[in-house]
């Protein structure tokens, strides 16, 4: 069984910063890709940023130059770093990782979702 398992998150004023942490556990055989969507009441859930085994990043280009998506070695933890943080980031974001467990082919999990909300 896989997990992933967020931290972080909370209320934050505009042009503050917040930090989000990903941990995935379980029977892992390999991680694909990492990263962390939003979803704003009445919106589709958005890519914010991802990071392949390849260690590539992609960033939404709504979030370029203000959020860092980092990872530890193993690529089992992700880390977003949130500065200058506007209301339009107000959401609940979201933990993805496609992940290869034992004898399955590989697919997308999903945390349970953080609030973030930036507001005066």
């Known amino acids: 069984q896989v997990q992933l398992v967020e931290s972080g998150g909370g209320l934050v004023q505009p042009g503050g910063s917040l930090s989000l942490t990903c941990a995935a556990s379980g029977d892992i055989v390999f991680i694909h890709n990492m990263g962390w969507y939003r979803q704003a009441p009445g919106q589709q859930r958005e890519l914010v940023a991802r990071i392949t085994s390849h260690g590539i990043t992609d960033y939404a280009d709504f979030v370029k130059g203000r959020f860092t998506l980092s990872t530890d070695n193993a690529m089992k933890t992700v880390y977003l770093q949130m500065n200058s943080l506007k209301p339009e980031d107000t959401a609940v974001y979201y933990c993805?990782?496609?992940?290869?467990?034992?004898?399955?082919?590989?697919?997308?999990?999903w945390g349970q979702g953080t609030q973030v909300t930036v507001s005066s």
């Open positions: 993805n990782a496609e992940i290869q467990i034992p004898y399955f082919s590989s697919r997308p999990y």
